[in-house]
């Protein structure tokens, strides 16, 4: 075991429960009163209800023994066995640690999703979806992106986008925010349209979603750093391009906006980071600072107009999941 390598992924685990209260805020503040508190359970609530899942059998899927590239063995590591033995390391990291760094990936990916169910599920339902979601999608999406065996041979036994595409995604831009953003969309169309579709509705709390925002942003350096796995050149690149790009989104959305409807909102600028922050998700580990600031550019000027498409196709994307995760997660996939 690497000391060095454990204390920075311990660090990185805090980070990344940082993103939940982030969550948490950024959605609660965008919502009126009376929707806030339900809001912010439903992030609390993903992280339980998937935390459990993780243990009992979802990491076994997304990374057991591959069964055609499509989802790793239900039993192999389910309750977590042979990941406990303190010399069953992987880089030097007790696998245990990883099993939980992963969590908190599945968990936050899921949480996403409840933007797009604001002001018309109720908290029950939501807890049932989140369920079902996490097993017959995410963990299986996982195991496509995230369980690369180092083999790229016909009989590979890694996730086919992996192993198969060889598709560069250095901290998820697929499995946690293309994945997201689609099933928000998913959501958005099942439940139709909230009461005052298409009219303004006013985000009760505007500084609540930019603390929300700020500690997203924080917690983001672990998500893409920790993704690394080890203290080092890699981690430093991508935490200085995660920080680079979510500076250019941020300024890039509020120039549209002000373009657009002529002022700056602080709901704009939370977004315009959180759009910067998606982009570079899959490209962290593959693209210059500089290369990063365009990226974060195009990011943060194509975001906002696609949330404007809700509109247009009379879809009740209530937070812009779809505009900000899905598109952003595209944009940061193709433009590595």
Excluded at 16 to 38: E, Q, R
Excluded at 75 to 95: Q, S
Excluded at 312 to 329: E, I, K, N, Q, T
Aim: glycine fraction near 14%; aromatic fraction near 12%.
């Amino acid at each position: 075991m690497d000391t060095g390598t454990t204390a920075f992924m311990l660090c990185c685990i805090i980070g990344l429960t940082v993103m939940i209260p982030g969550l948490a805020l950024f959605y609660g503040g965008m919502v009126s009163v009376k929707s806030s508190t339900n809001m912010m359970m439903m992030t609390f609530g993903a992280v339980a209800v998937v935390g459990v899942l993780w243990v009992l059998f979802g990491f076994s899927m997304a990374f057991g023994t591959s069964y055609g590239g499509f989802v790793g063995s239900f039993t192999e590591f389910a309750g977590m066995k042979n990941l406990t033995d303190p010399m069953t390391t992987i880089n030097g990291l007790p696998v245990s640690l990883f099993a939980l760094f992963q969590a908190l990936f599945a968990a936050i990916t899921v949480a996403l999703v409840s933007g797009a169910a604001a002001d018309r599920m109720k908290f029950g339902a939501w807890m049932t979806f989140a369920t079902a979601w996490a097993i017959l999608v995410y963990f299986p999406v996982a195991h496509w992106v995230f369980a690369f065996d180092g083999v790229v041979t016909p009989d590979s036994t890694g996730g086919w986008i992996a192993n198969k595409l060889k598709a560069i995604d250095f901290a998820g831009g697929t499995a946690v925010h293309i994945n997201s953003g689609a099933a928000a969309l998913a959501v958005a169309i099942v439940l139709g349209k909230s009461l005052g579709f298409g009219k303004f509705r006013k985000p009760h709390n505007v500084p609540l979603t930019l603390l929300g925002a700020g500690l997203l942003w924080a917690g983001w350096y672990a998500f893409n750093g920790g993704s690394a796995l080890a203290a080092g050149t890699s981690a430093a690149i991508v935490m200085v391009t995660t920080f680079t790009a979510t500076c250019a989104a941020t300024l890039a959305w509020l120039t549209v906006e002000k373009f657009k409807d002529g002022h700056v909102t602080g709901v704009g600028a939370a977004s315009g980071a959180v759009a910067g922050l998606v982009a570079i998700t899959p490209a962290c580990g593959a693209v210059t600072p500089v290369g990063s600031i365009f990226l974060g550019l195009i990011a943060g000027a194509i975001c906002p107009l696609a949330v404007g498409l809700k509109s247009r196709f009379g879809y009740d994307d209530s937070l812009d999941v779809v505009g900000v995760h899905l598109v952003g997660g595209v944009i940061g996939t193709l433009l590595i």
